[in-house]
């Protein structure tokens, strides 16, 4: 689910929240090294998520925040924000040139460059984050 977070709503925090967990808190977020990503430039996205870029051909950025029970993409398309609500059971991270997100019949992809290599550390965290979530769960039969 794409929300339009520009402006800040009670209602869309409590759904964020209820979707992906509320935010890690300061201690756990400095034993973690960090929580969010640098912002990375998109090279693509789906054809239903065209209309949250930039239509002229500026460059279109996007930043990933872990949450407990998945993460949160923030898009920026001047001067409205928009956030990606993704839980992680329904993730999907494909290593291709760069990276894509996959999830709820919508992708992004990433521009492989420095900041997206300054990013693996992120990513690896991520990862993990997943993991751990679906051992808790323990979906594989």
Known sequence: MILDTTHAN?????LINDLVGKPFGLMQSIKMKGIGSKRMMIADVSP???H???SIDDINY???ELRPIGVLIRINK???NYTWVIPYYQLVIYKTNGSSIHAQGKFIQFRQNTTFKENKAFFDKLLDEKVKYEAEFNILP
Do not use: F, I, R
């Open 10 to 14: 009670k209602d869309q925090t409590q």
């Open 48 to 50: 239903n998520m065209k």
């Open 52 to 54: 949250y870029l930039n």
């Open 62 to 64: 996007a930043n990933l």
């Open 78 to 80: 001047g001067l409205k």
